[in-house]
């Protein structure tokens, strides 16, 4: 009983109450057609981390269920998941299972990570598995030891020629030259923890990886859209915070009238 209260102590609060007592989200429709959901929580503190790994789970979990039953194991727009500060959002259950499962369903996962030894620091032995289901990277530049070198391994190695001169004196002088092939990391530790601000690398399944320039955001079509761009453009997240429930038509509720007028007595029921 004090391990059952110490686990829901978190809903003595009013408002996630409010906000678990019913569903709006409706996330099993999320693949049905072009929807855009955004999920924020602090990156600082992590008192309420298990909502959004609470989401993500059932989200995977109904729309894989959907796929499967209702279009045949393919759903028919796909769905992508940006999973931001993915390290500070707390540990999403089965992500290593589900990173190899929802890929046919039409359903992708972006982790966006500092550094990759955040993954593992969360997901232990299991983020491996996660990363080796990740059919592209992108490292955008860090300078963590251990991502710099997994990284230089998996870039794998060149080929560079070498050539050693040599020359010994004495009663006559004598010259030697030796050519020799060596195998050089492609990019070694040090080369990466440098690695320019405006570069990135990118590794794709199945093709070589190649350093490549970041896109300058300002250069898109709908870079005048942003709010980096125009301030009018800002989301006004009140806007759209409502808690009043929305009940559907077949669903049965019970309705009480309250007399909230000064007039009202308080020992009358109704």
Known sequence: MVSCGARLAVFDIAE??????????????????????FLIMSDTDDSFNFLISMCYTQLFNLLCEKADDVYGGRLPVHVRCL??????????????????????????????????????????????????????????????????????????KETIDTFNTGESRGREVSHSLNYQKLGK??????????????????QLRGVRPFLSDKFDITRHPNYKFLADCDKKNAFDLERFLSTKLKPKS????????????????????E
């Not at 996630?16 to 959901?37: F, P």
């Not at 990391?185 to 990118?202: H, N, R, W, Y």
């Not at 509720?253 to 009358?268: I, K």
């Open 16 to 37: 996630v109450r409010d906000v678990t007592a019913y569903d709006e989200l409706a996330l099993d429709t999320l693949g049905d057609q072009k929807t855009a959901l």
């Open 83 to 156: 999973i931001d500060e993915c390290a500070n959002i707390g540990q999403i259950p089965k992500l290593e299972k589900l990173m190899a499962t929802i890929r046919s369903r039409e359903i992708s996962a972006c982790l966006v990570l500092q550094a990759q030894s955040q993954l593992k620091a969360i997901y232990k032995d299991n983020a491996d598995t996660i990363i080796g289901n990740c059919d592209c990277s992108i490292f955008l530049g860090g300078k963590e030891p251990t991502t710099l070198k997994e990284l230089s391994a998996s870039l794998g």
């Open 185 to 202: 990391a492609l990019m070694d530790v040090d080369e990466l923890a440098v690695l320019d601000g405006g570069k990135c690398i990118l």
């Open 250 to 269: 077949t669903e049965v509720y019970d309705v009480y009238e309250v007399d909230v007028s000064e007039d009202a007595d308080p020992a009358d029921p």
